[in-house]
């Protein structure tokens, strides 16, 4: 049986940048009864914060909540009060070379946005954020932006010359996630597994950028059973179906419901 229930955070728990709706926050509080879970994502601290935590219950069941922020470049775990495990930080030169390397390759590519919400670039400790329209964009315009990717891709074919020595990843509706070298969602899976102590194969990862260049894809590679979805509401259907694998008549009824996105065999293999 599986232990730990991994999510992406941003178009797979909440909308980009969004707090998690009603639903979703009991949902998941739901899960936490009954299984390890973590959120693993690119965004800070403070948007965990904002985005998930503030919408669940403030009680012990946050004891089986691990949150991964920039990519799993830091961990942190419940004890009473959220304790910070570790934070992989650059050192100000890596910073000031990355942030060079941004303008640049921004500049370059020609896709300065004519109006921006908030700063485009955001040191997160740990990694590097470029956000086209600025951190506090509306969802709306994010969403058109570059729906195609061909902006970030671009971009990140430049970034990838400037500043090799990085890992660049494209991230969320609008942005581009800079980091040290290897880390990705399979680095924050492989801390996972280290610190809790459970194995690849007792794992579930659920994104919705689990294709070939998603942000969410090296966590399949990385060998963990992976559930993609196309937003929240779907995400909202797997985790109903993994609590429903806990009652035997329960998941018979899951399971059989037209359109099922989760066969029951997932949650069997070890």
């Given at each position: 049986?599986?232990?730990?229930?991994?999510?992406?955070?941003?178009?797979?728990?909440?909308?980009?940048?969004?707090?998690?709706?009603?639903?979703?926050?009991?949902?998941?509080?739901?899960?936490?009864?009954?299984?390890?879970?973590?959120?693993?994502?690119?965004?800070?601290?403070?948007?965990?914060?904002?985005?998930?935590?503030?919408?669940?219950p403030h009680d012990t069941s946050l004891a089986?909540?691990?949150?991964?922020?920039?990519?799993?470049?830091?961990?942190?775990?419940?004890?009473?009060?959220?304790?910070?495990?570790?934070?992989?930080?650059?050192?100000?030169?890596?910073?000031?070379?990355?942030?060079?390397?941004?303008?640049?390759?921004?500049?370059?590519?020609?896709?300065?946005?004519?109006?921006?919400?908030?700063?485009?670039?955001?040191?997160?400790?740990?990694?590097?954020?470029?956000?086209?329209?600025?951190?506090?964009?509306?969802?709306?315009?994010?969403?058109?932006?570059?729906?195609?990717?061909?902006k970030r891709t671009k971009i990140k074919a430049?970034?990838?010359?400037?500043?090799?020595?990085?890992?660049?990843?494209?991230?969320?509706?609008?942005?581009?996630?800079?980091?040290?070298?290897?880390?990705?969602?399979?680095?924050?899976?492989?801390?996972?597994?280290?610190?809790?102590?459970?194995?690849?194969?007792?794992?579930?990862?659920?994104?919705?950028?689990?294709?070939?260049?998603?942000?969410?894809?090296?966590?399949?590679?990385?060998?963990?059973?992976?559930?993609?979805?196309?937003?929240?509401?779907?995400?909202?259907?797997?985790?109903?179906?993994i609590l429903a694998c806990l009652d035997p008549?329960?998941?018979?009824?899951?399971?059989?419901?037209?359109?099922?996105?989760?066969?029951?065999?997932?949650?069997?293999?070890?």
């Amino acid at each position: 049986m599986k232990r730990l229930i991994v999510f992406d955070l941003d178009g797979t728990l909440a909308a980009s940048k969004s707090a998690l709706d009603a639903e979703m926050a009991s949902l998941l509080h739901d899960l936490l009864r009954v299984v390890k879970v973590a959120v693993i994502s690119g965004g800070a601290w403070q948007q965990f914060e904002k985005q998930v935590l503030s919408q669940l219950p403030h009680d012990t069941s946050l004891a089986q909540l691990c949150i991964l922020p920039a990519c799993g470049t830091q961990f942190f775990q419940y004890t009473g009060a959220w304790e910070k495990l570790y934070s992989d930080d650059f050192t100000a030169d890596e910073k000031e070379k990355i942030v060079s390397a941004l303008n640049k390759a921004i500049g370059t590519a020609g896709f300065n946005a004519e109006k921006t919400w908030g700063e485009a670039i955001e040191d997160r400790g740990s990694q590097i954020t470029y956000s086209a329209l600025g951190q506090q964009a509306p969802l709306e315009e994010k969403m058109k932006w570059d729906a195609d990717f061909a902006k970030r891709t671009k971009i990140k074919a430049i970034l990838d010359i400037l500043i090799p020595d990085f890992s660049v990843r494209i991230g969320g509706a609008t942005s581009i996630d800079i980091t040290k070298p290897g880390i990705d969602k399979a680095y924050g899976i492989g801390k996972l597994r280290d610190i809790l102590g459970i194995s690849l194969q007792e794992m579930i990862y659920v994104g919705d950028a689990l294709f070939p260049g998603g942000n969410d894809y090296p966590a399949e590679q990385a060998g963990v059973i992976s559930i993609p979805v196309r937003g929240p509401d779907e995400t909202k259907r797997v985790v109903e179906a993994i609590l429903a694998c806990l009652d035997p008549d329960q998941q018979m009824r899951i399971f059989e419901m037209p359109g099922a996105i989760v066969s029951p065999a997932v949650f069997e293999q070890n």
